[in-house]
């Protein structure tokens, strides 16, 4: 894990080092002060030496310097080593979930990658900003003070060597209490980007149904949970402060007693033992080294905190996409045949039973082919496995006479295109919606394909034409508006393969008609597959094919399934029936 998070560094990889570095010099001059201001005071001014006050002033001033720079280069160099780690951690995760398939993104769900592209790299970030400073600031702390304190008194110093573990056990005691908290509570933080991301992208839905009230309550109730656990975790963290004011009194006193009757002993003479200045700055050293200590368990606490993130974004970093581009991949579609050959499918090996199964199709290039069935039948994942989205389970999908799992994966989506059942429209003019399709589209073509979708009308009614900006989500225009347009940006792959998953609901029979006699006269070389609710939307297909169960049920021209298939006969005259009344 450490080596894949390390690689995320790249061109901050001396910065990070550089400030470790800097806060060993901090640390160093630190450490000398109180060496400085023992001989400031036991021999220049005790001894009125004003020759030895004037030194030891210049070096204290010279050390404290020295120590502000030294302390800043690392505060600079450490912000911009894990402000930079962050950004490449984030840039990785986000290329990652670039190449996850539709499963890959099932297994985690798009609420959960936003946290951890978000709060959870955040995370990541303070912890790696307080490692490469704090954590190398507090044992050198440590270390330095300690052997400092020793060069004065070994006896004085013992005092450490008790209170040191003491403070360490009641650290060790926390910090496993700690991590389970955080842990809970980056989960419940992907629950409540779930509610939020549910609540604002359905916020008409919300109000039509009155359920403003509700969905208050439901965030309130996860929101609340987070409180609660990280209440919980501060007050558990609390007994860190406690602790260590102990020691550090408990210290100092012992100190006070041994080191002034010491001092009464030698005379306040070195050379015979313990001098004030030195007691002072054994004080002195009490206090770096158990501040250091609790600094480290700050560090330590962080580091627990960062746990769960880490792993999280580690998933992501290491997740594997299930569908990936076979070496000496194909590179050139043929046609726009498809073939499925005894395909079954299932979502994942739990399912109970196969969401497809035994499916035997054979399309012709150019063809037009109708997909009918209940809600549920599972017509928009047969068509999902033509562009793999998905990968068949068992059997195969050809597209051009060739598994689809032989081609490149860029080059058969490029000759794919795929107009799903939930129309997205990204925040933007209309024109860069539609170069989604063709990035290198004249405005020519834009008008052609927007024409060929009915598009073009409603677009040049408004007054910016198609330099419209189209909110996020396509909020600002309607359902059928935004299905014409994901049609014409489909249109402008200039596919072999154009699939319609039910992308026509939104749009009146007329204009429903209009869009189909256009693919007709204008796409006759491209095969089109079109799910439909509406039979009169099938109705003019080469082929029909109706899905039951995940089964194909029959397969055939209008005509040939009103004689032989009851359910369509059934379905057709309901909707015969309907469109009179």
């Not at 984030?90 to 959960?112: E, G, L, P, T």
């Not at 014409?484 to 026509?504: N, Q, V, Y």
Request: glycine share 6%; aromatic share 8%; with cysteine.
């Amino acid at each position: 894990m450490i080596k894949r998070f390390a690689q995320c560094l790249r061109e901050y990889k001396w910065t990070a080092l550089v400030s470790p570095v800097c806060m060993i010099g901090e640390v160093a001059m630190e450490v000398t002060i109180p060496l400085v201001m023992a001989d400031l005071y036991d021999y220049g001014i005790a001894m009125s030496n004003m020759t030895v006050v004037w030194q030891k002033a210049l070096q204290l001033l010279l050390c404290a310097l020295a120590s502000l720079l030294f302390g800043c280069l690392s505060a600079d160099y450490a912000s911009k080593a894990a402000t930079g780690f962050a950004r490449n951690l984030r840039h990785d995760m986000y290329y990652r979930v670039q190449d996850f398939s539709f499963s890959n993104i099932d297994k985690f769900s798009s609420a959960s990658i936003v946290t951890r592209l978000t709060s959870d790299v955040a995370t990541i970030q303070m912890a790696f900003q307080m490692m490469i400073r704090m954590a190398i600031r507090c044992p050198m702390m440590l270390i330095l003070a300690t052997v400092s304190s020793l060069r004065i008194s070994p006896k004085l110093s013992t005092v450490y060597f008790i209170a040191i573990p003491l403070l360490a056990l009641v650290l060790l005691g926390i910090i496993p209490l700690v991590f389970r908290i955080f842990d809970r509570v980056f989960k419940t933080y992907d629950r409540l980007n779930t509610v939020v991301q549910e609540n604002v992208h359905g916020i008409r839905v919300v109000k039509s149904f009155v359920r403003e009230d509700k969905e208050v309550s439901k965030f309130e109730s996860i929101s609340k949970a987070i409180y609660d656990d990280f209440c919980k975790a501060e007050h558990i963290l609390a007994v860190n402060a406690p602790a260590m004011q102990i020691c550090v009194y408990s210290c100092i006193l012992v100190i006070s007693w041994v080191g002034a009757k010491m001092v009464v002993a030698s005379g306040n003479n070195a050379a015979l033992g313990l001098t004030t200045g030195e007691l002072s700055s054994m004080f002195t050293y009490t206090t770096q080294i158990l501040s250091s200590l609790m600094m480290l368990s700050m560090v330590f606490v962080m580091v627990t905190m960062a746990q769960a993130p880490l792993r999280r974004c580690y998933e992501i970093l290491t997740e594997k996409p299930d569908l990936t581009s076979p070496e000496n991949a194909v590179r050139d579609v043929p046609d726009g045949s498809i073939d499925f050959e005894n395909v079954s499918f299932r979502y994942s090996q739990k399912a109970k039973r196969p969401a497809l199964q035994d499916v035997d199709l054979h399309i012709p290039s150019g063809s037009t082919v109708g997909i009918l069935g209940a809600t549920g039948s599972s017509k928009s994942t047969l068509v999902q496995l033509i562009p793999r989205l998905y990968d068949a389970t068992e059997g195969s999908v050809r597209v051009g006479g060739i598994d689809v799992k032989d081609y490149d994966l860029e080059v058969l989506r490029d000759n794919v295109a795929m107009v799903l059942q939930k129309n997205t429209l990204f925040s933007g003019s209309i024109k860069e919606n539609l170069r989604w399709g063709n990035a290198g589209a004249t405005d020519e073509e834009l008008v052609h394909a927007c024409k060929l979708a009915c598009a073009d009308e409603f677009i040049t009614g408004f007054p910016d034409g198609y330099d419209t900006h189209i909110e996020q989500g396509g909020s600002n225009v309607s359902g059928g508006q935004k299905q014409r347009l994901c049609i014409a940006r489909a249109l402008l792959k200039k596919p072999k393969i154009l699939i319609l998953d039910d992308s026509t609901s939104a749009v009146d029979t007329h204009t429903d008609a209009m869009i189909r006699k256009a693919f007709k006269e204008e796409i006759p070389g491209t095969t089109k597959l079109i799910i439909a609710q509406r039979i009169s939307s099938i109705q003019d297909s080469d082929i029909i094919i109706v899905m039951e169960n995940g089964h194909v049920a029959c397969v055939g021209d209008h005509e040939t399934l009103m004689k032989s298939s009851e359910f369509y006969r059934g379905i057709y005259k309901s909707q015969q029936k309907g469109s009179e009344d």
